[in-house]
Structures are given as C-alpha cells and as structure tokens.
C-alpha cells in the first residue's frame, strides 16, 4: 500500500518555523536540548539530533511539553529514513509522542501533527500486514491497534476534514478487521465477537466473511440467538451468499425447525437447481418429516416420503457416485422394507386371509429391499478400495453399506455375497 510520506522539503518548512518559535520563548534550561536538537534536525546532524531530544525528554519538567513533545516526534520520524536506526522503528516514538502532544495541547502545530500521525499510522498497518502474513497475530493486532487508535483520535473527528480523510478510513477500518480476525482464528471469541461486530457494521468491511465468521464464533459459544440474529441480519445484506444460506439452513436442522427448514430449502433448490446437496438436504428433511422421532407418523406422511424419492432422484442425477447420497436413498427403502416386515411379524392367525396377507406384504418387503441394493452398491462400489484413507462421515456410511449389504443379499439368498460383506465389515473393526 502506498502511504502519504513527510517529505524532507516540508520538514525543513516545518523545522524552521518551530526554531523560530524556540529563539523567542524563555524557558527553563532543558529547553537548550530541545533548540539544540532542532538545529541539529535541520542541518541533518541526525544523531546529534537525538543524542539532545533524549536529554530533554528525560527530565520531568520538559518531557510533557508541546514544543518538546512536537521536536521529539520530528526528530524520530526522520530517524526512520536512516539506515542506522530503520531497524528500531523510530515512527513508533514519533506516532507515541505525536499522541501524547494532541493530549496535552490538541491545536499545537496541528496541521503537521496530522501529516506525522496519519504518515506513522501508515507504517504502523504496513508493518502489522508484514506480521500478519507471518502468521504473526498477536504481533499485528497490536500494530493495528495504534492504527485504530490513532485514526479514532478527537472521537473520530480529528482528520475527517483531511485531504486524505477517506484513504484513512478504509485503512483503519482494514486494521480492525486484522485485528478481529487475529482474535478469531485464535479461538478467542469473546475477544473476536466485539471486532468482528464493529467489522460488520462498519460499510467498508462489511462482507459476507466478516459474518460468516461472526455467525461460527456465536455458535461455538453456544450463543444460539445472537447467531441466529447475525444470520438472519446477514441474509437480508447477502441473501445469495451460499455460507450464509448454509448456516441458516443448518440453524434450522439443529433446532429442529423442519417446517422453516423445508421452505428454506424449498428456497434454495428454486434457486440452485444443480446443487446436489440442496437437494439431499430437502430429501432427508422430507423423510425426517414423514417419520418422526416420536413414531407418530403424520397424516401426509406418504406424500412426504414420496417428496423424498424424488429429491434423492434429483441429487443423485446431479452427482450419481456420491456415496452418501446413495446410502441413504437405499435406506429410505430399507427402512421400508424394515416396516412392512415388522408388520408380517405381527401376523399370527392362520387363516387364508392371513396367509393372503403374508404373501402380499412379503412381495412387498422383498420389492422394496430389491429396491434399495442398486443404491446401497453404488455407496460400496464408490468406497471400496480406499478403505485405508476413509475417515469421518465417509467411514461411517462405508460401515453402515457394509451391513446393509450383508442383510439384503441374506434376503435374496445370495449367500456367499453375504458373507463376503461380514468378512469387510468385520475387517473394519
């Protein structure tokens, strides 16, 4: 980023001035260092310069006074154009005592205060991005610190008159938003969440990230309503933001809103027509809708299960080895199959209308397990072959076809495919 820089030739202007001042204004003999060390800064005699504005800056009387405070700051601003003392990073005493004379004295020498404070704010973010790309956090944040600190001075309202008022702004807003996401990634919440908000409602910095990550440090805290507020606040501000829609769609599994869920995703998949996981999102909402927890089954609950073959058809034309999306389409069907087996079992007569029935609701059992082994194959044959490198999720559907295999090839009398499941399954262990 380029920065306004102080150039020598508005130094020397400036320099001269104060010396003048210096000359006609008695004071006590401290004073000499501070004449001294402007004489010296204006023939470039830079260690001479410093060598008299330490002195004058060690004794009590003289340390807090504006002309002192005004040499001190040019002196150590300057001393970061020279390759002897770059290294040190003089700007920051200059920037320090450039802030200290706007506390005692907020008028003096005002105009080239600002040029030292905002030149110094300048090099204060320039090095807190260095630290930061360092991966340097708690390093930057305190750089960025005094970015902020010194854009925020008079309330905010010491340089919005300045040329320059707005470059400012978006730097200092640029510095907190480091400073917030230092916090973030060190997984201080409690320190983030207060930067990230002041991000988000600042308009420069105002982004679908800066939410997103407002969003995860409210749900890590467990603080369900103010991320729900943040979601729902960044859904107006973003709504085709794809993270967001996600965080607000998952808000709605975990609180197991499943009639805003599905309109949410109903939503989604008008929008995205060729996003397959919408699409598994809206399945498995369907088919949670159609069999509670509870066991009470909705009037529509058909209807619902019906939806959901669909929304698995419709994910899996999108992405047709998804493993996931396979074993749980087939266990749609498998849990069907389960039921209608369930009720066989409850049969206990002997009649002929019993064993018309049976037979009736064996047919269907042995359909819908028929129906679910292409889906319950196409998760295998997708997973098979890397069960070295299976983790997570994908470890635990790959276990779960596994068993689910062993059980509908058993239904079907193939045996020896049976077995060969059992042997995987157990090899997993």
Request: proline share 3%; glycine share 4%; aromatic share 10%.
């Amino acid at each position: 980023m380029q920065i306004a820089a102080i150039t020598e030739k508005q130094m020397k202007k400036t320099l001269l001035v104060v010396a003048a001042l210096a000359v006609t204004v008695p004071g006590i003999a401290q004073d000499k260092y501070v004449v001294s060390a402007n004489v010296a800064l204006n023939a470039k005699n830079y260690d001479e310069a410093k060598e008299n504005i330490d002195k004058a800056m060690a004794s009590p009387e003289t340390k807090e006074k504006p002309k002192a405070l005004f040499t001190k700051a040019q002196v150590y601003f300057m001393l970061q154009s020279v390759d002897k003392y770059k290294s040190t990073s003089p700007y920051r005493e200059a920037a320090q005592a450039s802030i200290k004379l706007a506390e005692v004295k907020p008028d003096y020498e005002k105009s080239s205060v600002d040029q030292l404070l905002v030149a110094s704010a300048y090099m204060y973010y320039n090095d807190g991005v260095k630290a930061n790309n360092e991966k340097k956090f708690a390093e930057a944040a305190e750089l960025m610190q005094n970015v902020v600190k010194i854009h925020d001075m008079g309330g905010g309202k010491r340089f919005e008159k300045s040329d320059r008022a707005k470059q400012f702004d978006t730097v200092a807003a640029d510095a907190a938003l480091t400073m917030a996401n230092g916090a973030y990634y060190a997984q201080k919440y409690d320190e983030a969440i207060p930067l990230l908000t002041a991000s988000k409602n600042n308009p420069i910095t105002r982004t679908p990230t800066v939410y997103e990550c407002l969003i995860d440090a409210y749900t890590r805290q467990k603080n369900t309503n103010e991320a729900f507020a943040t979601i729902t606040e960044a859904r107006k501000a973003f709504p085709d933001d794809v993270t967001i829609r996600n965080y607000e769609l998952n808000y709605y599994i975990t609180a197991g809103k499943q009639d805003e869920l599905v309109k949410k995703l109903e939503e989604a998949a008008v929008k995205e027509p060729n996003n397959a996981d919408i699409q598994f999102n809206l399945a498995t909402t369907y088919l949670g809708m159609a069999n509670p927890k509870d066991g009470k089954k909705p009037a529509n609950s058909a209807e619902l299960s019906s939806k959901s073959e669909t929304a698995f058809q419709n994910a899996l034309k999108i992405a047709p080895t998804n493993a996931g999306y396979n074993y749980n389409f087939g266990a749609l069907y498998y849990n069907q199959a389960t039921e209608v087996n369930d009720q066989m079992n409850a049969i206990t007569g002997n009649s002929e209308a019993d064993t018309k029935k049976y037979n009736d609701l064996k047919a269907k059992r042995d359909e819908l397990f028929a129906k679910s082994m292409p889906y319950f194959e196409a998760a295998y044959n997708a997973l098979s072959g890397k069960e070295a490198d299976l983790k997570g999720e994908d470890m635990r559907t790959y276990k779960s076809t596994l068993l689910a295999l062993k059980e509908v090839y058993a239904r079907q009398n193939k045996m020896d495919k049976s077995v060969e499941m059992k042997k995987k399954y157990d090899a997993m262990k």
